[in-house]
C-alpha cells in the first residue's frame, strides 16, 4: 500500500522503521513542526522528521492538520492508508476522509481502556497488572474508533512510564506493520469497541508529580514510576525542589513519621503513610543526578528536616 506515516517522538521510531523496511511504499511523513530544544533552545526537527529526512521521505510539517495547503499535499500524494503513532495533533474530518482505507492509529493500551494522553502512565498509576496496546480506525472521537488488533504485555514491579513504553513500541511496531498487511491483503475488518471498561487517560502535569508523602507507599512509588521520565516526579527538601527517581517501599522497615528521612549508611528512608520507601537517584535544583546516600552525606540533617 501507499503509505503516508504520522508520529513525532522517538516512540514512533520502530514503527516508522518497520514500514520502512516493509513491502509497502512510505510516500511521505507528517510531523510536527520542528520545536526549540537544547541549551540552546534551537530549532530541531522532531525524531520522525530527522529519520524521514535521513531515509529521502518528504516530510510535511503543518502547523495544523487543517491547513488548507496541507490539505492539498495529502490529496496528491493519494495515500491509500495513514498509520500513525503519537503524531500530537488532532485530525479534522477533512483529513480523515482523504485515505482510501483512512487513518489507522497505534494506542498504547487495551481499549477501551485509558482513551487519551498518556495510557502507560495512567495504567502504572493506577496499579494495571497488564497493558498492551491497539491498532483501531481514527474517527472523530477520542480514541473510540473500531479496534483491528491488539496485544498484551505485563507491567513489572519495577517499570517506570518510559521502560514500558519503550517495550510497548517495539511489540507496537509489530502489530501496526501485521495491521497494514491485513488491511491491504483484505483479511482485517476493525471491530467496534466494547461499551464497558472505558476510562481516560488525562495528561499528568508537573503538579501531579509533586509526592504527597502522606499517601500509603504504594500510591508513591506508582506516582514515581509513572512521572519517569516525564513529567517527572518531585518533593522540596528546605523549600527547595528536589527530583526523585524510582522509590522502593520497605515494608518490614520501622516507619518513620511521613516525609521523614532515615539515613542509614546503605540506603535512605523516607517515612510515608505507610511503611517508609528508599529513594533510589535524587537531583537537587541545580545539580546533577546522584544516589541519594550520596545527596544526604552532602546536607547535615536536623531533627526538623523532612521532605514536604
Not at 150 to 178: C, F, Q
Not at 201 to 230: F, M, N, Q, Y
Request: glycine share 10%; with cysteine.
Amino acid at each position: 500500500m501507499r503509505l503516508v506515516f504520522a508520529g513525532t517522538p522517538e516512540t514512533a521510531l520502530p514503527s516508522l522503521t518497520a514500514l520502512l523496511e516493509s513491502t509497502h511504499e512510505v510516500a511521505a511523513v507528517v510531523t510536527r513542526p520542528d520545536g526549540r530544544a537544547g541549551r540552546g533552545r534551537r530549532l530541531s526537527p522532531s525524531p520522525v522528521a530527522a529519520l524521514a529526512a535521513e531515509a529521502g521521505v518528504e516530510v510535511l510539517k503543518p502547523e495544523k492538520a487543517r491547513d488548507p495547503a496541507f490539505l492539498d499535499r495529502l490529496r496528491e500524494i493519494a495515500p491509500d492508508c495513514c498509520p500513525v503513532v503519537a503524531y500530537g495533533a488532532l485530525l479534522p474530518r477533512e483529513a480523515l476522509e482523504i485515505p482510501r482505507y483512512g487513518w489507522v492509529n497505534l494506542h498504547f493500551s487495551l481499549l477501551p481502556a485509558w482513551r487519551g494522553a498518556a495510557p502507560v502512565q495512567r495504567a502504572i498509576l493506577h496499579g494495571d497488572d497488564v497493558t498492551g496496546a491497539a491498532t483501531f480506525q481514527i474517527e472523530e472521537g477520542l480514541d473510540t474508533g473500531p479496534v483491528y488488533g491488539v496485544l498484551t504485555e505485563p507491567i513489572r514491579p519495577t517499570d517506570t512510564s518510559g521502560g514500558l513504553l519503550e517495550r510497548l513500541a517495539v511489540a507496537g511496531a509489530n502489530l501496526l506493520l501485521d495491521t497494514m498487511n491485513g488491511i491491504e491483503a483484505g483479511v482485517l475488518e476493525p471491530r467496534p469497541q466494547p461499551t464497558e471498561g472505558v476510562s481516560h487517560a488525562a495528561k499528568l502535569t508537573p503538579e501531579d508529580g509533586r509526592v504527597d508523602w502522606k499517601s500509603p507507599a504504594l500510591h508513591i512509588d506508582r506516582l514515581v514510576r509513572a512521572c519517569t521520565p516525564a513529567p517527572g516526579a518531585w518533593t522540596t527538601f528546605r523549600e527547595t525542589r528536589v527530583k526523585l527517581g524510582p522509590v522502593r517501599p520497605v515494608p518490614d522497615a520501622a516507619a518513620p513519621a511521613p516525609g521523614e528521612i532515615r539515613a542509614g549508611k546503605n540506603e535512605v528512608l523516607v517515612g510515608t503513610g505507610t511503611h517508609p520507601v528508599a529513594l533510589g537517584e535524587v537531583q537537587p535544583q541545580g545539580k546533577r543526578r546522584m544516589p541519594a546516600t550520596d545527596w544526604i552525606r552532602g546536607v547535615t540533617l536536623t531533627g526538623k528536616d523532612a521532605l514536604h
